[in-house]
């Protein structure tokens, strides 16, 4: 018998349906796990997640990672008196950077803010997706589900997926806070366990510069998404001379790596870009046209003062003006190609359509 993942907006749409991540096979699925019919392997299902991986993250083994979604679910249960799904969410994202001896306190606000704020940035994404109801959304990359919560608010079909369990679980609790009913899925996008065209909409903000594998996340994602559907990606560019938007080290995309992971450890005390391969529009562009996605957008994306509350002084002055020059029409141009952070909108063209375009270049 297949598993089926009981979708949280599963009254209104067909439950998503998992396969094996490594041959697309049959699945069987008991509560506490899924088990491949064709390869045998066997996938766990922790905290209501189903576990997926078949390679951890780049920061902790997959038994390091599992124990620490479980000291964030048992320590926010216990430091919290608050009722159950209530404020359980920021406990968790305050123990975990208690936890986490590689985040110094004085960056702490800074990636705070970037995981519990970004609402009008992630309505704003939801739009430009062109999101409706009974739409079948990935959320690629998802953290703590700002995307999907602005998705389930359009009534689509929210699914989340991340390679990190410690972010999904305290995604599943704010989703539990807010209402908010979504799928989660721990997973590797260069081999997500679904079929292909399973989505109308795919988003994956932030994601691509921390992929193993640049060409293989891309093809996943177009191989994801239904003929006409449309797919939102966002990076920081290499090529930007100025502070990198996360750590405030300038030009990171262009200093050597060695020089680099040096600089940023006598600076900030910590390599924070060790695992991050920046990527450019132009090079996400190029990959795109091999894997039938069309450009329908590039833009410089915004950097919101509500994101960045705990910038100071000129980094508040560079965020102003930034903000002002991407909505002029030439500086805004030039934005998109070497400001900090970009935008892409494309839609996978039908199969037709590709056909075409082939007939046209003979």
């Not at 620490?68 to 404020?87: D, F, I, M, Q, Y």
């Not at 960056?107 to 997706?129: C, K, M, N, Q, W």
């Not at 390679?163 to 721990?186: P, S, Y």
């Amino acid at each position: 018998m297949s598993g089926p993942a009981v979708a949280g907006s599963a009254d209104r749409a067909e439950a998503i349906r998992f396969v094996c991540p490594s041959c697309l096979g049959q699945l069987q699925s008991s509560p506490l796990r899924y088990d491949c019919v064709a390869c045998a392997l066997q996938f766990p299902v922790l905290h209501g997640i189903p576990d997926f991986r078949l390679r951890p993250d780049r920061y902790l083994t997959i038994d390091e990672e599992r124990a620490k979604a479980a000291v964030l679910v048992e320590g926010a249960c216990n430091r919290n008196r608050t009722p159950e799904g209530s404020g359980r969410f920021c406990a968790m994202l305050d123990h975990y950077y208690e936890i986490t001896d590689d985040v110094p306190a004085h960056v702490v606000p800074r990636y705070r803010a970037y995981h519990t704020g970004r609402s009008r940035e992630f309505a704003t994404i939801a739009d430009e997706l062109a999101i409706e109801p009974g739409h079948r959304l990935l959320d690629a990359g998802c953290g703590t589900g700002g995307l999907l919560m602005a998705a389930a608010q359009r009534g689509a079909q929210a699914v989340g997926l991340d390679i990190a369990l410690r972010w999904l679980v305290m995604c599943r609790q704010r989703l539990d806070e807010t209402g908010v009913q979504a799928t989660l899925v721990c997973a590797d996008i260069e081999a997500p366990p679904f079929l292909p065209g399973l989505f109308d909409r795919i988003a994956a903000v932030d994601l691509l510069e921390h992929c193993h594998s640049l060409d293989a996340a891309v093809t996943s994602l177009s191989r994801q998404l239904k003929p006409k559907g449309r797919i939102w990606l966002s990076g920081a560019n290499r090529y930007f001379p100025g502070p990198h938007a996360a750590t405030g080290l300038w030009a990171v995309g262009l200093v050597p790596r060695a020089a680099l992971a040096r600089l940023g450890r006598a600076l900030r005390g910590f390599d924070s870009l060790r695992h991050t391969h920046l990527v450019s529009p132009r090079q996400i562009m190029g990959l795109m046209e091999q894997h039938q996605l069309s450009l329908l957008n590039l833009r410089a994306r915004p950097v919101e003062l509500e994101d960045g509350q705990s910038y100071g002084g000129w980094r508040r002055l560079l965020v102003t003006g930034y903000g002002k020059l991407r909505r002029m029409r030439i500086a805004g141009r030039l934005l998109a190609l070497v400001g900090p952070v970009f935008s892409i909108l494309a839609e996978k063209r039908s199969r037709s359509a590709g056909h075409d375009l082939a007939k046209e270049g003979m």
